[in-house]
């Protein structure tokens, strides 16, 4: 059997339990925008005037989620399968896959290492069906139009099929390139802010993704303020730049559909892949376990480190138990979790853990055996952003904190409600099933996220009962308890991770 008709197979068959439609709805469009590291408190009339505008028009989400780990390219992934890590195998901005490399993390941020996992894995790099793939069975089609990494950009529709990726730096299929440099020009360099790559793919969006046979889903991915928040800091002058910059590429969205009438056959869905935080680490997880002799060094496979996903030799019970011990006593360490103790279990089977399910980090294949969180704190910034996170840099995301957890979700359209506010939760997993339903069109079963359908104008007030609670665990070591708690939200069977938070108590000497 060839590899297209395996992949169709594939396809068939993780689609089982869907009633195709005839009725699928192609009235209305969708365009979905992700702004990179955007934090809600950047919405403001002075930074994003027409960001904020835009809010107050549509539908606000206010208790919407990142995906844990709260970085790019597991979000690009989460949002376009609808579907956590658990589910669609992308486990961080870095992956172990050691059949491609024994030794070393893969980079996800470049498509040339994603297509090595889909070589090394029969053409399974996504182990869940894509938004794009759901669309094209049902004869639709997606493009997607990213100024930032190639890999962020493959992730959001990687079987790119009848649809197409236009990224800076990659253009999928390869037959479009001449078409659109000759359109709009080449493609300029990157910059910081990276305005005129903004600009460019805003031009490629305007001409190609909607013209009168454009697809039914266009996504468009800006790389800012993501670059210069991490290189400068959070509310430096270059990142306040770059956020006014993207925010003038979204006017100039919103001026377009105006002027083509389209704004009221046009619904569009705002997010971003994570929040920010800025950092004050010093010590990273695999320096650490060099200095305490658990890994020989960086090139060494007894211990490797992918990001804080760390895969131990053989699984050797011994040594991930001692690895979490010592993770424990370091205040610079957050939360760590390891595999269930039993299955479905939220706690860890190592002792002051909790478990991979709970965070929907349980995929059977790919997950590690240890997954380690850097500490955090409410402290403010020099320009009175508040969270720090003890991991090492300038300024980022990645970690558990509520300042990286919690995101903006912007929607407005035909399909939404007006100046309406959502206290309900959703995640960047709830966005393929929302862009579905819209459309009429079934989800794939391997789609476990929800309906955000309390912001849709079609229905009624809110109904659903939001059900709050903290899971806890504890151990001591050498004398010192370490406590986890998970912050957890369930709106009925969905589950949404709020933040997680360590605390450390020493015990007081009595004398004796």
Sequence with gaps: MTRMKKNSLIIIILMIGMQVTAQIDTSVKTLIVFFDGLRPDYITPELMPNVYAFSKRGSYGKKH????PTVTRVNSSSYSTGSYPGTNGIMGNTVYFPQVNPVKGLNTGDASELNKIAIATNDRLLTSVSLGEALETVGQRMMVFSSGSSGQALLQNHKVGNGAIVNTSMILPASLKEQLVNALGPIPPNGKPNSAQHKWIT???????FAKNGPLVNAIWYSDPDGAAHSDGIGSPAANASIKSVDEQFGRIIQTLDEKGLTNRTNIIISTDHGFVTKAGKLGVADFLIQKG?????????IVAAEGALYVKDHDPSVIKKVVAALQLEEWVGAIFTKADKAGSMKGWVPGTLSFDAIHWNHTERA??????????????NTGYAGTSYARGVAGHGGFSPYEVHIALLASGPSFKKS?????PTSNVDIAPTVLAIHRIPAPVTMK???FAELLANA???QAAVKQEKVETSTVVEGITYKLSLDVSTVGKYRYINYAKTERITQQSTGK
């Design 420 to 424: 309406f506010e959502g206290n309900l």
């Design 449 to 451: 996220g929800r309906v």
């Design 460 to 462: 009624k007030s809110q």
């Design 368 to 381: 590690a055996d240890i997954l380690v969180d850097e500490n955090w704190n409410d402290a403010k910034n």
């Design 203 to 209: 031009d490629a969006l305007l001409k190609f993704g």
């Design 294 to 302: 658990f890994k020989k060094d960086k090139e060494s496979d007894d």
């Design 65 to 68: 989620h990142s995906v844990f």
